[in-house]
C-alpha cells in the first residue's frame, strides 16, 4: 500500500489546520476542493445563512516559517497567477506553519495590482515562477473577523477596480466604445500620466494585456495600440530587455501587438534594440519563431519594416527555419499585419 511522502504529511497536516480555523470561526463555511487549478479550498460567508459570497483559497504548508523580517516570501507559478488575474472571485493564499498551526493570508488579485507584477505574470522567458510577499502582520484566523470579509463582500477598492476592469471589458466584447472609453478612461487614473516615464510603458503593457484578442477589433484597442506605438517611436531607447519581454511574450507563446512594437524599435533604435541582446535572451523559449525574427533584424540592422522582408536577396533562414512567401504579395499582407506577418510562414525546413 503506498506511503504519504513527508512533503504530502505536510501539506495534508496544513490543510487541516486551515479548515479546523475556518470551522471554528463564526462567519465562514469551508469547503475542499480537491480538483479545482490550484484551488484546495473555498470559503464562504455566512453570518447566519449563505448568501453566495465566496473566497478561493490555495494553501502552502511548511513544517517551519521564518519570520525573521517584516515579510516572507512564497513562489507561485505565473500560470495560477494569470489565472488569479482573470478570475473574477477572490483568490487568497495561506500560508501554515504546521509546528506552530500558524497560518498567515495575502489577497493575491490586490498583491498583484499593488505590487505592479501583472505583466511580469505573462513572462516566462527567465523564469516559470514569481514570489509572492506575505506580511508577518497578516494573521488568517484574525481576517477571518474582518479584512477577508470585506473581500469577500466586495467593499474595498481593490474590487471596485476589478469590477471596472471587467465592465470595461464586456463593454469593449459589445462594441459599445462609449462606455468602454469612459471607463478606461476612468481607470487610468489611478496609473502614471507621464508619457516620457519608463512606468508609463508598464501601464500600457497592462493595458493591452487586458484588451487581449480585443485589442485588434475595437477602438479602444485602436487607440492603446497607438499609444503604444508612440512612445516607442519617441521613447524607445528607455525600453529594456525586461520591457520587451512583457510586451511579447504570453505564456508559451507570442503577442502579435508586442512583435509588431518591437519591429518599432528596431526601426527607430535599431542599435538600442541591439543593445538589450534579445537574440542570447529569447534564444531558448518555446516558441523559436521568436529567436528567429530578433535574428533577422538584427542580421539586417538598420533596415526599415518592410525592406528586410521584401529583398529577395536577404537570407531569412536562422538553424533549421526560414520563411516562405513564395504563393503571397508579402508587402499586401504586411500591410495589414505588420512585421507580424512573419509568425505565419516561417516553417522548420530538413
Request: charged share 25%.
Amino acid at each position: 500500500m503506498p506511503k504519504q511522502t513527508r512533503p504530502q504529511k505536510i501539506g495534508s497536516l496544513g490543510h487541516s489546520i486551515v479548515q479546523e480555523q475556518i470551522t471554528r470561526s463564526k462567519f465562514w463555511i469551508a469547503r475542499n476542493l480537491n480538483e479545482d487549478f490550484g484551488i484546495d479550498i473555498e470559503l464562504e460567508f455566512a453570518p447566519e445563512e449563505v448568501e453566495g459570497k465566496f473566497v478561493k483559497a490555495q494553501i502552502k504548508s511548511h513544517e517551519k516559517v521564518s519570520t525573521n523580517s517584516d515579510f516572507f516570501s512564497e513562489p507561485l507559478p505565473k500560470s495560477f497567477l494569470r489565472y488569479v488575474h482573470e478570475c473574477r472571485i477572490p483568490i487568497i493564499l495561506i500560508i501554515v506553519s504546521t509546528n506552530e498551526s500558524k497560518t498567515w493570508f495575502v489577497w493575491l488579485q490586490k498583491w498583484l495590482f499593488d505590487s505592479g507584477n501583472i505583466s511580469n505574470i505573462y513572462d516566462e522567458s527567465e523564469s516559470k515562477t514569481l514570489s509572492v510577499q506575505v506580511h508577518i502582520n497578516s494573521d488568517f484566523v484574525v481576517g477571518l473577523q474582518n479584512e477577508i470579509i470585506s473581500i469577500a463582500t466586495w467593499e474595498n477598492k481593490t474590487q471596485l477596480y476589478i469590477a471596472l476592469r471587467d465592465l470595461a471589458n464586456l463593454s469593449l466584447h459589445l462594441y459599445n466604445d462609449v462606455l468602454a472609453k469612459l471607463l478606461f478612461d476612468y481607470l487610468e487614473t489611478c496609473k502614471s500620466d507621464c508619457i516620457s516615464d519608463a512606468n508609463y510603458f508598464d501601464t500600457i503593457i497592462e493595458k493591452v494585456i487586458a484588451l487581449g484578442s480585443r485589442i485588434w477589433a475595437t477602438h479602444e484597442g485602436n487607440e492603446t495600440t497607438q499609444l503604444l506605438f508612440k512612445f516607442i517611436r519617441e521613447f524607445g531607447n528607455k525600453l529594456n530587455a525586461t520591457h520587451i519581454s512583457k510586451l511579447i511574450i504570453r505564456g508559451t507563446d507570442c503577442s502579435r501587438t508586442g512583435i509588431n512594437a518591437l519591429g518599432i524599435l528596431y526601426d527607430n533604435f535599431p542599435k538600442h534594440a541591439e543593445s538589450l541582446n534579445l537574440v542570447k535572451k529569447f534564444e531558448n523559449f518555446s516558441d523559436p519563431r521568436l529567436h528567429f525574427y530578433c535574428t533577422i533584424r538584427e542580421r539586417y540592422l538598420g533596415l526599415k519594416s518592410p525592406s528586410w522582408l521584401l529583398n529577395e536577396k536577404n537570407d531569412l533562414t536562422v538553424g533549421k527555419l526560414k520563411v516562405d512567401f513564395s504563393i503571397i504579395d508579402v508587402y499586401d499582407k504586411w500591410i495589414t499585419r505588420g512585421d507580424s506577418v512573419i509568425l505565419d510562414y516561417v516553417y522548420e525546413c530538413e
